[in-house]
Structures are given as structure tokens and as C-alpha cells.
């Protein structure tokens, strides 16, 4: 939920940009998606390597792979979701508001 408050930092600067025709804002969410990839990735390699063996989950490369494959794809995937809040709402605290429903609502219903 981190994403949102920055989110609404940036956006005079992203507007302005946009008024004064100097890119769109959907080069502005990609170029931070593209950002956000390898600095997600070492974090996410690091959390993976510490929970993974402190747990003592499996031992086999595959298995620990495609765990990291679920949490970095996770971690992408919240990102987005709540950066797409952040942009739907006009107000921070409404976007604070539905991403905090959203994700307790995620939680329950997905396990």
C-alpha cells in the first residue's frame, strides 16, 4: 500500500508532464513497472532465500524456484493492483481506503 501514497507524490509532476505534452501517463506507470522489476526481483530473491531454509521447506531446486517464481510474481502482481487503485480514485484516503478492503478482501477469500 506503500505504492499509493508515492503514487499520489508524483502526480502534479505526471500532470504537468502531461499539459505540457511532454509524455503520457502510461509511459510514466510503465517506465516505473520496468523500474520496479529488478529492484522487486533482488528483494524478493533475498526474502525467498532467508523464509525458504529458516522454514525448511524442501530441499529441491525446482521446488524452491518456483517459489520464488509465485512470491516475485506476487509482489509484481500487488504492485500493479495497487497502483491501478491509486489511479481510479481522485482522493488518497479513498484509495487508502479500498486498497485496505481490497486486500483484506484478497486475503479472506483467496487463503
Do not use: C, N
Request: charged fraction near 10%; glycine fraction near 4%.
Amino acid at each position: 500500500m506503500a505504492e499509493i501514497t508515492a503514487l499520489y507524490a508524483q502526480r502534479p509532476i505526471v500532470h504537468r508532464h502531461k499539459a505540457a505534452a511532454l509524455y503520457h501517463p502510461f509511459i510514466e506507470a510503465v517506465a516505473l513497472t520496468l523500474v520496479d522489476v529488478p529492484i522487486t526481483s533482488v528483494t524478493t530473491l533475498l526474502f525467498g532465500i532467508i523464509l525458504y531454509f529458516m522454514v525448511g521447506l524442501q530441499g529441491a531446486a525446482d521446488q524452491y524456484f518456483v517459489f520464488q517464481l509465485f512470491v516475485f510474481t506476487m509482489s509484481i502482481t500487488m504492485k500493479s493492483w495497487f497502483r491501478a487503485i491509486a489511479t481510479a480514485f481522485k482522493s488518497e484516503a479513498t484509495a487508502l481506503t479500498m486498497a485496505g478492503i481490497s486486500a483484506i478482501a484478497s486475503s479472506i477469500y483467496t487463503g
